[in-house]
């Protein structure tokens, strides 16, 4: 008895060193401290298969299930470390200048999963003319200033600072996701001309790579592991499987210039619709406009900037003088404002009538009543913030919902015609009474305009107009452009309607443009059902798909208007011996596809649809029906859906086939078999059992899965060692399922697209059978192979996750920890709140101690 006590006094002090904690996807697990328990078998398989629901919302109450890859799993210490740039400041403010105190300050991060030191050298390497001296501010707690060119640095956000000693110092222990602040002092030497720049680097690694294996260097930045002391909390017994690790970065500012904090605003500009009118003239065109405003939270120009909120500047509204955060839009040359132009809560909308290529926005007259804008008519519209509601826009923050609608009256004639629009910005740095003014011009991802060489801001106002069309374009509509300086116009080409045109695309939209911005790749997304249990590497049959797709006559004459299938631009990408029906009342017409040649054979007996009669600026629906073959892959393992381009043409020779020269117009009907991803990793955590194998920790090396019935292998990480997990007991498992909407995301305007809804994750331990048995007493040693570490479950977005216990796991309870079913988690359910959209990861992660 004696000794069995001494035993769980031993094992109570290992516990205590238990790190159940893991830095993933920005989220930040709590320390827990796990119940006793006698080992598990060694050679026991846990292994852990996730599935999951959720539905389209196109077509509500059908579920479309997803299953993911089996992975059987352990854990161990890692050590991280980032360093950041986080600002300049000069400490004799104004403009850098020759003998100038400098202060460039870094932020040192622990992205491990273990409390860890930092050690700090009592360096920095600098380039240009400046040295690391001169004296910081006397260290918290002293009045005796420190040597000229000591580093300084804080645990507690910057509140308290401790000297660098010669020689580098080690930190007190760092927590996970904790920061350490570090300050350098910076002197400009004499002979630094203005332009000079004068870069300080904190670390010392290639590129200024981040979180590296340390190669030892002079000036090393980097983790120092504390001693496995069991009565230090969280702190994991061991050496990091990882090493040691190290980091560095460089910021600059150059001589002349204000090392300032600064609101880093962005102004983007998209064009969300268009109407043509009257199709055989240009004075009736609508185009809308989306705008947006982003105020950057780190300095994306890497100028040691301090970001900061956007507050006002001083316009003219209503005859006097306010200070505001204006948002403007010269309307394009040739256009008139359509209607009201809408602002998000907490904006108003402004008008002003000045010649808006001779008078910039800053210094218009803006009026709240249009009807009262200098010479009567709006040629400029603005967006200015109500200071009784918002007074600034916080740095990380994106205003969206300012709309602007414009018709093309001025526009004669029937000449192909350029519409050239650009929005801009403008405000100054909040708390900042010296700031300048700050602008940027929409159609790009570069705050502020600011010179992405020289780091300069600029100094002129661009009035935002263009009669004619810039070489500065932003083509994708998308604000990619490249000119980061001056902005990039967004330009539509507007033409008149022929006798003979087309359009098609999705129900409704048959003017929907596509990813080019045209109207021949517009498409619409659907799901097949996907059955209960299809395990990634299946295949399937997948029961046929509907579509309903618009044709516009968009010509000035009647037409007849014939539609078939084509091949897609791959031929592969649809499977052989896919069937497409195409129906219009009570005409169909049945094609089957052959992928090796690329064409589409029409069945005996039928004949294309064709729609005649089709009056000038009508629009008819039409169906398609898309049934792919027996053996289709998951679009969930391929990462795509299956596309069928369809056709509309005027059939000039009534032959039934598109030939060269008709006039034509292509819609995409496109089948995913299933379209939300679950992709299960693992990692193997020390917990309070043994060192970790090697690479058993990372997440990418998780072991590659072979489907038991179609014999494929799913490989989570392709191109990534393959590193078996053998948990031992006193370990931590930490599964991860990383689900992802792979279906095509919005691009371009009217295109039908695959939200995830009511996404449901399972994680049901007691399964026995589909990879499912961590809740379960496999060895039949009266406790349950794996218990449950409190507060581990966690999804990277918001939902609500739900527990679990019991065999079955009907009992809902509260997040706890045991041994045995009913006193442990066995079932996770994670419903994720919103829509998941394509394009977009999230993950769900927990963690389970080997007994």
Do not use: C
């Amino acid at each position: 008895m004696i000794k069995q006590n001494k035993s769980v006094n031993n094992q109570h002090q290992h516990y205590r060193s238990l790190v159940a904690t893991a830095l993933l996807t920005s989220s930040l697990f709590q320390f827990v401290a796990p119940v006793l328990a006698d080992g598990t078998a060694g050679g026991q398989a846990i292994s852990n298969t996730a599935t999951a629901t959720y539905e389209d919302p196109n077509a509500p109450g059908t579920t479309i299930n997803a299953t993911s890859n089996t992975v059987t799993v352990t854990v161990a210490e890692v050590a991280g470390i980032t360093v950041t740039a986080s600002g300049v400041t000069d400490n004799n403010g104004g403009s850098v200048a020759v003998g100038d105190l400098l202060t460039y300050t870094y932020t040192l991060t622990n992205v491990g999963n273990d409390p860890t030191k930092f050690h700090i050298p009592n360096q920095a390497t600098t380039t240009g003319p400046g040295t690391v001296s001169g004296q910081l501010p006397p260290p918290t707690g002293s009045t005796t200033a420190p040597p000229s060119g000591t580093l300084q640095y804080s645990t507690d956000g910057g509140a308290t600072w401790t000297n660098v000693t010669a020689g580098g110092v080690d930190t007190p222990s760092i927590p996970v996701s904790g920061t350490v602040l570090v300050r350098v002092p910076v002197t400009v030497q004499t002979g630094a001309q203005s332009g000079d720049v004068i870069k300080v680097t904190l670390g010392n690694t290639p590129g200024d790579a981040q979180n590296q294996l340390r190669n030892p260097d002079g000036g090393d930045v980097y983790t120092v592991d504390n001693p496995d002391n069991p009565l230090v909390p969280g702190e994991v017994i061991g050496a990091p499987v990882n090493g040691t690790r190290e980091a560095s970065i460089t910021q600059q500012i150059q001589v002349g210039n204000t090392a300032k904090t600064v609101a880093l605003a962005t102004i983007l500009k998209t064009r969300t619709a268009y109407n043509p009118g009257n199709t055989s003239v240009l004075n009736d065109d609508v185009l809308t406009y989306g705008l947006s405003l982003r105020v950057e939270s780190n300095d994306v120009t890497n100028r040691g900037l301090t970001p900061a909120a956007l507050a006002g500047t001083s316009i003219n509204v209503d005859g006097s003088a306010v200070t505001r955060i204006l948002v403007s839009d010269a309307l394009p040359a040739s256009t008139t404002l359509n209607g009201t132009p809408t602002a998000p809560p907490g904006w108003i909308v402004v008008y002003a009538g000045e010649d808006p290529a001779t008078t910039t926005a800053d210094q218009a007259l803006w009026k709240t009543d249009k009807t009262q804008v200098t010479g009567g008519t709006v040629r400029r519209v603005g967006f200015i913030n109500n200071p009784s509601s918002i007074s600034t826009v916080a740095t990380g923050t994106t205003v969206t919902g300012f709309t602007v609608q414009v018709t093309t009256t001025g526009i004669t004639g029937t000449t192909t015609t350029n519409v050239n629009n650009i929005a801009q910005v403008f405000g100054r740095t909040a708390g900042d009474a010296s700031s300048p003014l700050l602008f940027d011009d929409s159609g790009d991802q570069n705050p502020d305009n600011i010179n992405p060489t020289t780091g300069a801001f600029p100094t002129t106002v661009d009035p935002g107009y263009y009669a004619t069309t810039p070489a500065n374009t932003d083509t994708g509509n998308n604000n990619q452009g490249t000119a980061s300086v001056t902005g990039n116009v967004n330009v539509y080409t507007i033409s008149t309607a022929t006798a003979n045109s087309v359009l098609n695309g999705p129900n409704g939209a048959p003017d929907a443009t596509g990813p080019s911005g045209l109207t021949n790749d517009d498409f619409t997304n659907k799901s097949a059902f996907v059955p209960p249990n299809t395990a990634p590497g299946s295949t399937l049959d997948p029961q046929s798909v509907g579509f309903t797709n618009t044709i516009k006559n968009n010509g000035t004459a009647p037409n007849d208007i014939t539609i078939v299938p084509t091949a897609p631009a791959t031929a592969t990408d649809l499977p052989n011996g896919t069937k497409v029906t195409v129906t219009y009342n009570n005409q169909s017409a049945v094609y089957t596809y052959d992928s090796t040649t690329g064409a589409f054979t029409i069945a005996t007996g039928n004949t294309p649809i064709k729609i005649s009669g089709v009056a000038p600026g009508a629009s008819v629906n039409y169906g398609l029906e898309v049934d792919l073959p027996a053996g289709t892959k998951l679009s969930t393992d391929i990462g795509k859906g299956f596309p069928v381009p369809i056709t509309a043409f005027i059939d000039s020779n009534n032959n039934g086939v598109v030939d060269s020269g008709e006039v034509k117009n292509i819609s995409i009907d496109r089948v995913y078999t299933g379209f939300l991803q679950l992709m299960k990793v693992s990692r193997v955590l020390q917990g309070t059992g043994p060192a970790v194998g090697a690479n058993q920790g990372d997440f990418e090396s998780t072991p590659a899965y072979t489907n038991p019935v179609t014999s494929t292998v799913i490989d989570p990480n392709p191109g990534i060692a393959d590193v078996p997990r053998n948990p031992a007991p006193g370990n931590i498992i930490e599964y991860q399922i990383r689900y992802k909407n792979i279906s095509d995301a919005q691009a371009g305007t009217g295109n039908v697209i695959l939200n995830a809804n009511k996404v449901v994750i399972t994680e049901d331990g007691t399964l026995g059978s589909g990879g499912n048995n961590w809740a379960l007493d496999n060895d039949n040693n009266t406790q349950i192979d794996t218990s449950n570490i409190v507060g581990s479950a966690k999804d990277s977005g918001a939902s609500t996750i739900q527990f679990f216990s019991g065999n079955p796991a009907t009992t809902s309870g509260i997040d706890q920890t045991g041994t045995t079913v009913n006193t442990d988690i066995t079932k996770y359910v994670d419903t994720a709140t919103g829509q998941v959209a394509p394009g977009i990861q999230r993950t769900f992660t927990f963690q389970r101690k080997v007994n």
